[in-house]
């Protein structure tokens, strides 16, 4: 079984809009963080979210949330008032356990397109 | 600046040859993650190494070893290259101790061309 799964590959969303990223993980662990990159065409790997097994809130950064359902094993990435910008490539990231040298796990991303 | 020093930025080569892809961690971190990414196969993880053990290991081709050094520096060794090798490999690097949400920070990558 995939242990990330994001099954959008491609999104549209009106700027100034907010949009939802969906990603799905499995994990029989207690102990796991899960994690959202974005890549722009450019092609750099930027770190946005995290969120760990055992916060009670939700995640947020900026115009980024993290709409953590525990029991849906669900961790959607909420980017809220979508600028031209934010046009790129979403990954979402699991890392099992409490070791943190453990393997991260990527989905295979979210293309994301910005209409003006 | 994520921190994570990869070179060279791009590499073109022909098929059957051997290149060697270099990373130097963030300043303090002892895990290191070597990645591939096609067009067609987003990211494919090939191999983790913590504090110089090999850790984990994903989709890694025979043709493809890496290492990492005392000095945690890490080298991904691809030989009898093949058109299909044409990709842009990333290494990401994080702390391996410390708190739980420490990401992963990743290199700016070497696209690595083979005609």
């Known amino acids: 079984a995939q242990k990330i799964t994001q099954t959008q590959p491609g999104m549209f969303v009106q700027e100034k809009e907010a949009v939802t990223l969906d990603c799905t993980y499995d994990?029989?662990?207690?102990?796991?963080?899960l994690f959202w990159y974005k890549q722009p065409s450019s092609g750099e790997m930027i770190f946005l979210i995290y969120q760990g097994s055992y916060d009670e809130q939700n995640a947020t950064e900026g115009r980024y949330s993290l709409n953590f359902q525990k029991a849906r094993k669900s961790a959607n990435l909420v980017i809220s008032a979508s600028q031209l910008g934010d046009s790129a490539m979403y990954f979402c990231?699991?890392?099992?356990?409490?070791?943190?040298?453990?393997?991260?796990?990527f989905g295979t991303g979210t293309s994301l397109t910005v209409i003006p | 600046d994520s921190g994570v020093t990869q070179t060279p930025k791009h590499l073109i080569t022909a098929t059957g040859q051997r290149v060697t892809l270099r990373c130097s961690p963030r300043s303090g971190d002892l895990s290191v993650y070597w990645y591939q990414q096609s067009l067609d196969q987003g990211l494919q993880f090939l191999i983790q190494y913590y504090n110089g053990e090999e850790r984990a290991k994903g989709n890694i081709l025979e043709r493809f070893s890496a290492q990492q050094f005392p000095d945690l520096h890490s080298e991904l060794n691809l030989s009898s290259l093949e058109l299909g090798d044409s990709a842009l490999y990333f290494c990401?690097?994080?702390?391996?101790?410390?708190?739980?949400?420490?990401?992963?920070?990743f290199g700016d990558g070497t696209r690595l061309s083979i005609l």
């Open positions: 994990t029989s662990d207690q102990s796991y963080g």
């Open positions: 990401a690097s994080s702390p391996g101790t410390g708190l739980g949400n420490q990401p992963q920070h």
């Open positions: 990231a699991m890392r099992e356990g409490r070791f943190l040298g453990n393997q991260f796990y």
